[in-house]
């Protein structure tokens, strides 16, 4: 609507403009070519007048010349006033003649000297000042010269001024009427455009309401229908029916989604049994496997591996099918997050030890006490753990706690094949891997990590993920400490390479520099407790690699 307005107040302004100066233009060379042919015939009769006349002595001529300016005055002519003016060099001045003492001040000079070099008329425009006018105003007005001859005197200057007053009462009448003709076309143009901008946008913003409504979960809203075939009305039913096939289709695949769910979840319990079954049978063949040939007896070993990676997978998409069926729940207790950290750690030091790679892990000093399900924080980190020390190739791995005032936060940090930047936001997908052809030695299921994504959540807390090829990669776990609080930042970095451990050679304990800040790999100054009178050291102790020697384990 303001647009409009604006665009109509553009338009009526250069319409008046152009309108206005037309109207004045036509007065203005009417005006003036009825003053032309005026003057012409007045001029041409004064002319005749001194041809005639018998006077010859200067006061006989001087009372020529007032009684003409007198006679103007008298007849007929549209002229307001009239002078005759001796040219400067006259050689035989007679004393200027006019209507009003001191008219003569409006004649220029300029206005002079083209009278006087030419035969014709000469036109100039000109202000009458208030004291010369009727109307005690200023006004507008030309000034007409020719030049006459007196007899015995020579050639004299005639001078008529012409009022334009008439003319400019009539511009300003016409100026007035276009100024409340353009107010009332822009009155009409904005009563108009509010009707047509109601008409049209109310039916918008009730379906931009509707929208949003519909954004919100409320399926079953809809526009009320609208009679007619304008735009309006076909708007409103197209957005009926795709909000009906929306909530029709939505519908569907919420029912397809359920019963996806239903299928998962009946699929792996229905599964159970006959597994428990085949596990009784295959435990009794892998206790037999020494009685068996060759080929039976690893067909034995590799049907209970698998069997144990089955169990895993059968489990996980149990605990997937209760967080898309959202009935995941949390049983929190107040826990000490380096207690976890260490038992996860404890508990993975077999696969370091296999695969050859140095863990590290750095606790804080003050406790990292948090409001936690201990199972599911116990599984994320275990899911960290394993996935780095099985893509480490051989590289240190350093496992840190950190805690501030609101959150306790885990990094997991390796330094293998890591990840690339697009990698980065598929990690946490089901069943992806980074490379597909890695062999995998821990029946791992591929679910891990989306399992850990929906344990974090459960928390309200994050789990993020850095990493580079080539430089390995670091997954961080931030807590809230307490339900409710919102989290704004991590006690710990997530990106960059750690710095001051280095994995040790052979039969030697790690070289330890210590930084100048928390890193992923930094490990804290031994502490002294005193626990009934014997001082123990309560830093943990990095795992020692499994080629170092027996006495020195």
Not at 103 to 120: H, N, Q, V, Y
């Amino acid at each position: 609507m303001t647009s409009a307005l604006a665009l109509g107040v553009v338009a009526v302004a250069l319409l008046g403009l152009y309108l206005s100066i037309s109207i004045r233009d036509g007065l203005f060379e009417q005006r003036v070519d009825r003053i032309e042919r005026e003057n012409a015939s007045m001029t041409e009769q004064v002319r005749t007048s001194f041809s005639i006349s018998p006077a010859t002595s200067r006061s006989d001529l001087q009372l020529l010349l007032t009684q003409m300016v007198q006679t103007l005055a008298s007849s007929a002519s549209s002229a307001q006033d009239f002078l005759l003016l001796s040219a400067p060099d006259q050689p035989q001045r007679l004393a200027d003649t006019g209507t009003q003492p001191g008219i003569k001040d409006i004649i220029s000079e300029d206005l002079r000297e083209s009278t006087r070099a030419t035969a014709g008329q000469v036109l100039q425009s000109v202000q009458i000042p208030a004291e010369y006018t009727d109307s005690e105003v200023s006004e507008p007005g030309v000034v007409v010269g020719s030049t006459v001859e007196v007899p015995s005197i020579g050639t004299y200057e005639l001078y008529a001024i012409y009022s334009l007053q008439a003319e400019q009462e009539t511009l300003s009448f016409v100026q007035r009427t276009l100024a409340i003709g353009a107010l009332a076309i822009l009155a009409l143009l904005g009563v108009l455009t509010w009707v047509v901008t109601r008409q049209t946008v109310a039916p918008v913003r009730r379906a931009a309401t509707v929208a949003s409504r519909l954004a919100d979960g409320h399926l079953d809203e809809r526009l009320p229908d609208a009679k007619g075939q304008d735009e309006m009305a076909t708007l409103t039913r197209t957005f009926n029916e795709m909000a009906g096939n929306l909530e029709d289709q939505i519908a569907r695949m919420e029912e397809l989604s359920a019963a996806q769910r239903r299928f998962v979840s009946d699929v792996s319990h229905e599964l159970r049994t006959p597994l428990t079954t085949i596990r009784m049978a295959g435990e009794v063949i892998h206790a037999s496997r020494d009685d068996l040939d060759p080929a039976a007896r690893r067909s034995a070993e590799l049907l209970y591996t698998q069997l144990d990676r089955f169990e895993i997978l059968l489990t996980d998409l149990l605990e997937i099918s209760r967080f898309d069926a959202g009935a995941a729940v949390l049983d929190v207790e107040q826990r000490d997050l380096r207690d976890v950290v260490a038992a996860v750690a404890d508990a993975s030091m077999p696969l370091a030890e296999s695969k050859h790679v140095f863990l590290s892990v750095t606790l804080p000093d003050e406790p990292a006490t948090a409001d936690v399900d201990p199972r599911r924080v116990e599984r994320i980190v275990r899911n960290l753990v394993v996935n780095a020390v099985e893509h480490a190739e051989g590289k240190p791995v350093e496992v840190t706690v950190g805690v501030d005032a609101d959150a306790v936060a885990v990094v997991v940090r390796d330094h293998g094949v890591g990840l690339a930047p697009d990698e980065i936001d598929r990690v946490f997908h089901r069943f992806w891997r980074a490379d597909p052809a890695r062999a995998r030695t821990t029946g791992g299921t591929g679910l891990g990590l989306a399992i850990s994504l929906e344990d974090a959540r459960l928390h309200a807390g994050r789990l993020e993920a850095w990493g580079r090829p080539g430089e390995g990669a670091s997954f961080r776990l931030t807590l809230p400490r307490r339900a409710g609080i919102r989290l704004a930042r991590s006690p710990l970095p997530l990106e960059g390479p750690s710095k001051g451990v280095t994995a040790p050679p052979t039969g030697q304990l790690p070289v330890v520099n210590p930084p100048t800040g928390p890193t992923p790999t930094a490990i804290p100054e031994l502490g002294v407790v005193d626990i009934d009178g014997v001082d123990i050291a309560h830093a943990h102790v990095p795992t020692v690699r499994p080629d170092v020697d027996e006495e020195a384990r």
